[in-house]
């Protein structure tokens, strides 16, 4: 069906479910709530227990790698450890005075990378995000703001960045994103209807570097190596990126060392969407529409 915003097709909506921590949470509200009204003293007991299963949905949501609240992409499928292969997702952009060199980076090593993609940014520097797409790589959703607020959202507020991501993400490249990573990676219950909704599925990483707050190239190479394997997902910056001593951006330091131990690795970073092309999943039957000339 096509959207009325982009004129660009998209897939029906998924069958979301909840997950049993979340059966759980619900199942805990209605027993303390009928306990509560069939005797009243136990109003202590049902109260602790309703605070205790809204612990466990907290934490969880506030664990960006956790899968307790729904499907989350934190390692590529089989096949694609198989075939040797890693994912590189850069968050925060498209950023004018970054991404440009991350570009030419990751041309001169012939590899291929993911950008999680803010909305609000991609309509500032559309021919950013088409030329992200002309070299190869993948634009996904990111958010249409990122708001620091994004896991404290509910069903209406979640549904609007996320439409409205994907409207100006679609828009602007031509093509329907297919994965979405939650600002900082937090989120709540809420969020996993909307994804069903709107075909996309929720990817985290495998290790980050943490270069938004970190300005040692070094230790932000050797978080991303250490371990390093076929199937992993790696996360770094091209937005907000923290600065070096000789203040550049630190991706831009990083990505040298880092593409070259991949090489020297045997292993091959491609898109998510490349990756998972021949799996299937609930969420997210990876669609997409004709990329824009």
């Known amino acids: 069906m096509p959207d009325t915003l982009t004129g660009i097709s998209t897939p029906p909506p998924s069958i979301w479910r909840p997950t049993p921590l979340v059966l759980f949470a619900l199942a805990v509200h209605a027993a303390a709530l009928v306990g509560v009204i069939v005797r009243p003293a136990l109003w202590p007991w049902a109260l602790g227990a309703v605070i205790l299963s809204h612990g466990l949905i907290t934490a969880a949501s506030l664990w960006p790698r956790g899968q307790w609240l729904g499907p989350n992409l934190i390692r590529l499928p089989e096949a694609a450890i198989a075939r040797g292969e890693v994912a590189l997702t850069i968050d925060d952009g498209p950023d004018p005075d970054v991404t440009p060199a991350v570009l030419d980076l990751l041309d001169a090593h012939g590899v291929q990378a993911t950008f999680f993609c803010i909305g609000s940014r991609a309509l500032a520097h559309p021919e950013l995000c088409r030329d992200i797409v002309r070299r190869g790589h993948a634009v996904e959703n990111h958010s249409a703001q990122h708001r620091h607020s994004f896991s404290l959202l ?140």
């Open 154 to 293: 509910g069903p209406r507020g979640y549904a609007r960045e996320l439409q409205a991501g994907q409207a100006a993400l679609s828009a602007v490249t031509g093509r329907v994103p297919q994965f979405f990573r939650a600002p900082a990676g937090f989120r709540n219950p809420f969020l996993w209807p909307v994804l069903a909704r709107l075909n996309l599925r929720l990817a985290s990483w495998t290790r980050r570097g943490f270069d938004t707050h970190e300005g040692d190239p070094a230790i932000v190479t050797r978080r991303l190596l250490r371990n390093l394997r076929a199937g992993d997902i790696l996360l770094l910056h091209d937005g907000h990126a923290a600065r070096a001593a000789s203040g550049q951006p630190v991706i831009l330091d990083v990505l040298p060392p880092l593409l070259a131990a991949l090489r020297q690795a045997g292993l091959r970073a491609v898109t998510l969407h490349a990756a998972c092309a021949t799996t299937s999943s609930p969420l997210s039957p990876l669609a997409s529409a004709p990329a824009q000339p």
